[in-house]
């Protein structure tokens, strides 16, 4: 195997099948000094309460088939992979490439997803141990996924939301890349929210003004919540929530009830939840999961419609948050492009697709090569099109 013929590469069923200490050796060698892994969604507990409470496996479509490489005995990468049944749950939409391969009397699926369930943060997805045999792992786990689609008669590999430096090695493994885009803030050692608006137009900051204004207006209280101040009835609420948005959105909640039991046992120090209360009840909320630099805003839902509580939740105290705790980025999750007005601006994020029909590849390269031209140009004009003032935006 490219001169690490010494790399055992070998396939799990599940998580529990791992010692979260092997796992999380590659996934986030940055806690073993403490603090916060740079990224919570790939780490064994997050994956886990995914299995554990059903969201993933048994009838879901998303069945795991994680990938473990192994040199003399000790894993110095894995491989966060599942066999999918559909594409729902990805954010990277292969929808059209499905039809056409089975126009064409394939089989399109099950294929291979190398994703974090429902998450379209950008993240490692060929996770090694630091140190000399990072490329011969990373290089082990494109060849083990790519051959197990090989050996299983399957019609593709995708690997989404993997950050830019994974695009040269999947490449050299004969992987295409894929561009798309969504939208992030960042921060530029703001002093406050209002230095983050003294960046923005006189148009735009007195929108933003207005909408928080109204929110204010919903006579409530608005909690932050995280941590041992997160308790179980906080779940009983959001889920309502999030059984709502789900049901419009998606058709059904992709997450069961049972994972935010798994939340509040295992990653209560991984979420931050903006609760918003009326009279003692609960009415609308935001969900987040925190990095070691980034916040990730992950989920909204709300019992009733009130005006401009959701930008004031999802994206305003995300902001107040991320200034006052000293991160970087604020990822607001996939599409939204009601989020360019209010700071996020549209960044490039990227994927790596291997089809096993060589004529099929050669049609979605040449397809994927016009995409990328055009997702480059979308992100130039909506960044100038964008709410900072001339010669703010790209600070």
Same mark, same amino acid.
């Given at each position: 195997?490219?001169?690490?013929?010494?790399?055992?590469?070998?396939?799990?069923?599940?998580?529990?099948?791992?010692?979260?200490?092997?796992?999380?050796?590659?996934?986030?060698?940055?806690?073993?000094?403490?603090?916060?892994?740079?990224?919570?969604?790939?780490?064994?507990?997050?994956?886990?309460?995914?299995?554990?409470?059903?969201?993933?496996?048994?009838?879901?479509?998303?069945?795991?088939?994680?990938?473990?490489?192994?040199?003399?005995?000790?894993?110095?990468?894995?491989?966060?992979?599942?066999?999918?049944?559909?594409?729902?749950?990805?954010?990277?939409?292969?929808?059209?490439?499905?039809?056409?391969?089975?126009?064409?009397?394939?089989?399109?699926?099950?294929?291979?997803?190398?994703?974090?369930?429902?998450?379209?943060? @950008?993240?490692?997805? &060929?996770?090694?141990?630091? =140190?000399?045999?990072? !490329?011969? %792992?990373?290089?082990? *786990?494109?060849?083990?996924?790519?051959?197990?689609?090989?050996?299983?008669?399957?019609?593709?590999?995708?690997?989404?939301?993997?950050?830019?430096?994974?695009?040269?090695?999947?490449?050299?493994?004969?992987?295409?890349?894929?561009?798309?885009?969504?939208?992030?803030?960042?921060?530029?050692?703001?002093?406050?929210?209002?230095?983050?608006?003294?960046?923005?137009?006189?148009?735009?900051?007195?929108?933003?003004?207005?909408?928080?204004?109204?929110?204010?207006?919903?006579?409530?209280?608005?909690?932050?919540?995280?941590?041992?101040?997160?308790?179980?009835?906080?779940?009983?609420?959001?889920?309502?929530?999030?059984?709502?948005?789900?049901?419009?959105?998606?058709?059904?909640?992709?997450?069961?009830?049972?994972?935010?039991?798994?939340?509040?046992?295992?990653?209560?120090?991984? @979420?931050?939840?903006? &609760?918003?209360?009326?009279? =003692?009840?609960?009415? !609308?909320? %935001?969900?987040?999961? *925190?990095?070691?630099?980034?916040?990730?805003?992950?989920?909204?839902?709300?019992?009733?419609?009130?005006?401009?509580?959701?930008?004031?939740?999802?994206?305003?105290?995300?902001?107040?948050?991320?200034?006052?705790?000293?991160?970087?980025?604020?990822?607001?999750?996939?599409?939204?492009?009601?989020?360019?007005?209010?700071?996020?601006?549209?960044?490039?994020?990227?994927?790596?697709?291997?089809?096993?029909?060589?004529?099929?590849?050669?049609?979605?390269?040449?397809?994927?090569?016009?995409?990328?031209?055009?997702?480059?140009?979308?992100?130039?004009?909506?960044?100038?099109?964008?709410?900072?003032?001339?010669?703010?935006?790209?600070?």
């Amino acid at each position: 195997m490219d001169g690490s013929t010494n790399i055992e590469v070998t396939v799990l069923t599940g998580l529990s099948e791992i010692p979260a200490a092997e796992w999380d050796a590659c996934a986030c060698p940055e806690t073993l000094a403490g603090g916060r892994p740079v990224d919570p969604f790939t780490t064994h507990r997050f994956l886990r309460a995914l299995e554990d409470s059903g969201s993933v496996g048994r009838r879901s479509g998303w069945q795991p088939r994680h990938l473990v490489a192994r040199h003399g005995g000790r894993v110095i990468g894995v491989m966060p992979l599942y066999a999918k049944s559909h594409s729902q749950g990805e954010y990277i939409f292969d929808h059209n490439w499905a039809h056409a391969y089975e126009q064409a009397g394939g089989d399109y699926y099950p294929k291979l997803q190398s994703a974090v369930p429902f998450t379209p943060a @950008t993240g490692r997805r &060929l996770l090694t141990l630091p =140190g000399p045999t990072e !490329a011969i %792992a990373r290089s082990a *786990l494109l060849q083990g996924a790519t051959q197990l689609c090989d050996s299983n008669g399957l019609s593709s590999l995708h690997i989404t939301f993997c950050t830019e430096e994974e695009i040269a090695p999947g490449e050299a493994q004969g992987l295409l890349a894929r561009t798309s885009q969504q939208y992030h803030w960042d921060n530029r050692a703001y002093a406050d929210f209002s230095a983050f608006l003294a960046e923005l137009s006189s148009r735009k900051r007195k929108q933003i003004r207005k909408e928080r204004a109204t929110a204010a207006q919903f006579g409530g209280t608005v909690e932050l919540l995280t941590g041992d101040a997160l308790q179980p009835h906080h779940w009983d609420a959001f889920w309502t929530f999030y059984q709502d948005t789900g049901n419009r959105k998606w058709g059904r909640p992709y997450l069961t009830r049972s994972f935010f039991t798994q939340v509040q046992e295992h990653l209560r120090d991984d @979420t931050l939840l903006f &609760l918003a209360s009326c009279d =003692g009840e609960p009415v !609308a909320g %935001a969900l987040n999961f *925190l990095g070691r630099n980034t916040l990730y805003g992950r989920y909204w839902g709300c019992s009733e419609e009130i005006p401009c509580l959701h930008f004031e939740l999802c994206y305003y105290r995300a902001i107040d948050y991320a200034i006052e705790h000293g991160l970087t980025r604020v990822e607001a999750g996939a599409q939204g492009d009601h989020k360019l007005a209010r700071g996020y601006l549209p960044v490039a994020t990227h994927s790596l697709h291997w089809i096993s029909n060589p004529s099929f590849r050669k049609a979605v390269a040449q397809y994927l090569e016009a995409e990328r031209d055009a997702v480059d140009h979308e992100i130039e004009v909506l960044t100038d099109y964008g709410p900072f003032r001339k010669g703010q935006g790209d600070a």
